[in-house]
């Protein structure tokens, strides 16, 4: 049985996500950071395959779109005040940029939540790359469904991992 072609949503929030600067081994860098000191033996390739196998959801191919187009108005100064500067300085009490990685995060179980507030309060990879304000790019939503592909993979790896022991 061959692999399933991308169809256009896949296919757009891939390159958006490319665009963005996120390749597909930044992501699978943060599963393996994840998931290393549970799997002695983890390999990135193992990691890169969970995350295709995560990007490949259409729930999370529409959070990615979703996010990147608010972050992308937001840079455009395209959104009413107050959410524009809300936005733009990804202010602590605003929340509805985790809801939607937990969306997510929710693909795979439980143990992505777990999975999610780590790597979200450790920032490291990429995520300290988007992260960065000086850049005068907004990735408000990108950071968080970021972490939360991450998280899935790794839920997804620790999922399968415990079928074959």
Same mark, same amino acid.
Do not use: W
């Given at each position: 049985?061959?692999?399933?072609?991308?169809?256009?949503?896949?296919?757009?929030?891939?390159?958006?996500?490319?665009?963005?600067?996120?390749?597909?081994? /930044?992501?699978? /860098?943060?599963?393996?950071?994840?998931?290393?000191?549970?799997?002695?033996?983890?390999?990135?390739?193992?990691?890169?395959?969970?995350?295709?196998?995560?990007?490949?959801?259409?729930?999370?191919?529409?959070?990615?779109?979703?996010?990147?187009?608010?972050?992308?108005?937001?840079?455009?100064?395209?959104?009413?005040?107050?959410?524009?500067?809300?936005?733009?300085?990804?202010?602590?009490?605003?929340?509805?940029?985790?809801?939607?990685?937990?969306?997510?995060?929710?693909?795979?179980?439980?143990?992505?939540?777990?999975?999610?507030?780590?790597?979200?309060?450790?920032?490291?990879?990429?995520?300290?790359?988007?992260? /960065?304000?000086?850049?005068?790019?907004?990735?408000?939503?990108? /950071?968080?469904?970021?972490?939360?592909?991450?998280?899935?993979?790794?839920?997804?790896?620790?999922?399968?991992?415990?079928?074959?022991?």
């Amino acid at each position: 049985m061959g692999e399933k072609p991308m169809d256009l949503v896949e296919e757009a929030a891939r390159r958006k996500l490319t665009e963005r600067g996120v390749e597909i081994k /930044d992501i699978a /860098d943060l599963v393996y950071y994840l998931q290393k000191k549970y799997h002695p033996d983890l390999h990135i390739d193992t990691c890169t395959e969970n995350v295709e196998r995560v990007l490949s959801k259409r729930e999370v191919q529409n959070a990615v779109l979703t996010g990147i187009q608010l972050d992308e108005l937001t840079e455009k100064n395209m959104l009413d005040q107050p959410l524009q500067d809300i936005l733009m300085k990804d202010e602590g009490l605003y929340g509805v940029d985790e809801i939607i990685a937990l969306s997510i995060v929710n693909v795979y179980g439980s143990i992505g939540f777990t999975n999610y507030g780590f790597i979200d309060k450790q920032k490291p990879g990429i995520l300290e790359k988007l992260n /960065d304000k000086s850049t005068g790019k907004c990735h408000t939503y990108l /950071d968080d469904i970021v972490g939360a592909i991450a998280a899935a993979a790794s839920s997804r790896l620790a999922h399968r991992a415990q079928k074959t022991e």
